[in-house]
């Protein structure tokens, strides 16, 4: 199976020049950052099973994807003395947690230009993150099951005195799954800011950020408010924008515009209000502008988005014929990825309030 990679999807864009003290400590922390998430063993210092596995996984993934065996040596062999005084060779394994670390942290010597060095290893870091990630999205859709027992769990214990709530039990338990995870992403983004990485994790994927006002102001808020299910193609799409701008690829503003598209579809279908005769994105606007659907925008709002799909998205969705090929510039790419964020970030709030 293929997996995506960090390493891959920037394989042509250069982010470093020369591996030094400042990328050392990076990988070094970003790894600490991992084995929070996952931990290999328990404060008791007994291994986690299951956690195990996971390591086994991220190896083997990341080795596959890299073209080799193995990460780094899991084998080794040393010399025991018998009791009778006859060299007796060892034959041992490490865990999988310290073949992850011995590549992570392995010193750099050349062998490959500093830039894919350093690319491999964020790319373990990387599929780290979004294994823990998938599992905490997991928990989060079981919650409302898990309430639902607790619930008929309150029952019982009414009836039989039990102190406590077990929906509290439930809901704290899930709070705190949420917020280890957010403060651990937030810190392994903090840690790319300080070593001057241009880099951002996000709902699974490590990927450049271009200005870090813009990414505190627009882009952070814009990937907290599309981890629910509801919005995967938002995510999905928004991600395919994002690295086909930073791979220089083809057409990163119409995929822009498809996650704001799909945003406003969203929208008019959990609102009720998509009649199933909409042709076009300008249709589900007007649903969104409608009078008698409460004004969920304002006319002159949807003016303006009717505008950004017309100069933006339409472009780019036909053949130009004869015509020039269409093409926008750097700046002009960043400006349209930065207004879909933007406005998706608004009409998901809006949408939440409502």
């Known amino acids: 199976m293929l997996t995506d990679i960090f390493a891959y999807r920037y394989q042509s864009r250069p982010i470093w020049q020369e591996y030094t003290d400042l990328e050392k400590r990076l990988l070094n922390q970003a790894f600490g950052v991992v084995k929070d998430a996952i931990p290999y063993y328990d404060s008791g210092g007994s291994l986690i099973k299951s956690n195990e596995a996971k390591w086994k996984s991220l190896h083997d993934k990341l080795a596959r994807e890299l073209g080799v065996d193995e990460l780094s040596h899991r084998y080794f062999s040393y010399i025991r003395k018998a009791p009778n005084g006859v060299d007796v060779p060892i034959t041992d394994r490490h865990t ?23 690319k491999e290893r964020i790319s373990f870091i990387e599929l780290a993150m979004r294994l ?14 898990k ?3 607790a619930k008929s769990r309150v029952q019982l214990s009414t009836a ?16 705190l799954v949420n917020d280890t995870y957010n403060n651990q992403v937030a810190e392994l983004n903090e840690r790319f800011r300080r070593a001057g990485a ?29 981890t629910g299910p509801v919005w995967e193609n938002v995510d999905i799409d928004m991600k395919e924008a994002l690295d086909r701008r930073d791979s220089n690829g083809k057409d990163p503003a119409f995929y822009a515009a498809r996650a704001l598209e799909s945003t406003i579809k969203v929208i008019s279908k959990n609102k009720g209000w998509t009649r199933g005769n909409e042709k076009g994105a300008a249709n589900y606007i007007d649903n969104l502008i409608s009078k008698a659907n409460g004004r969920f925008l304002d006319v002159w709002e949807g003016e303006l988005l009717k ?8 472009p780019f969705g036909h053949g130009p014929g004869p ?8 700046v002009q790419t960043d400006w349209a990825i930065e207004i879909a964020m933007s ?6 709030r809006r949408f939440n309030e409502n």
């Open 96 to 118: 999988w947690d310290y073949v992850c670390s011995q590549f992570v942290k392995s010193s750099f010597s050349g062998q490959c230009a500093p830039d894919i060095f350093i």
């Open 132 to 145: 823990r990630g998938e599992e905490v999205a997991a928990d989060n859709s079981q919650l409302h099951q």
């Open 147 to 149: 309430i639902l027992k």
């Open 160 to 175: 039989l005195r039990v102190p406590g709530d077990p929906v509290k039990g439930v809901q704290a338990r899930n709070s």
């Open 198 to 226: 241009p880099l951002a994790y996000h709902n699974g994927f490590i990927q450049i950020t271009q200005d870090e006002m813009i990414e505190e102001n627009i882009a952070k808020p814009f990937w907290d408010l599309v």
């Open 307 to 314: 505008d950004y799909f017309s100069k933006v998205r339409n």
């Open 323 to 330: 015509s020039p090929m269409p093409e926008f510039s750097l």
């Open 343 to 348: 406005w998706i970030r608004s009409l998901i």
